[in-house]
């Protein structure tokens, strides 16, 4: 087993996430337009913060009754904000099996104290017991903040020398680069496979 770490980002990368669908849900019960809201979430005090852990489900579910006019009650939201995964990303699952037989394997992922959750239990299967499920909220820094990266690698226990990432945004990866990291941008998994490939890293 090689020293280096693989560290997955999860949305889009392993998991499919239905943005859309979420936002819908949100809107139906909302003063306020799809784009209106894709906005608002970037506002101090929404979605951005709470990635952070700045603030905190419920009080994101505040801000979104006070400035986005919802009416749904907080069982209802927590119920839409569960509903944000749409299965694995094809070809993932084969692509992992292939780096976790040479490598560590983690996970890390903006997220949230639901997604938290969520994930783990949802997506059982795709988990290894042994690997790490990094996340933003908890750690108080998000992507592509260098905090995080360095909170990452910390308790992992490695280097960003020995370290690959692979995310699906530029932002992202382009900071991981910036530490040292080897990084990846994530379209889909053959084409991340071909890159690893051409790269000796599977």
Known sequence: MSSTWFLFDLGNTVI???YERVLAAVCADASISR????????QPGAYRD???GAVSFYEFYEFLCDHAGYRG????????????FDGVMPGIE??????????RVAFLSN??????????TLFAGLFHKDEPLIFSHRIKSAKPDPDIFRSALETIGTTPQQ???IDDLLENVLAARAIGMRAFQFTDARTLTKELEAEGLV
Do not use: C, G, Q
Not at 35 to 42: I, N, Q, R, S
Not at 73 to 84: A, G, L, T, Y
Not at 111 to 120: G, L, M, R, Y
């Open 16 to 18: 499919k996430l239905a």
């Open 35 to 42: 784009d209106e809201l894709v906005e608002l979430l970037e």
């Open 50 to 52: 709470m990635e952070r």
């Open 73 to 84: 009650s907080i069982r209802e939201f927590h119920r839409v904000w569960s509903d944000f």
């Open 94 to 103: 084969d692509l992992l099996d292939r780096v976790r037989a040479r490598y």
């Open 111 to 120: 997220s949230n104290e639901i997604h938290a959750e969520v994930i783990p």
């Open 163 to 165: 370290t690959v990432f």
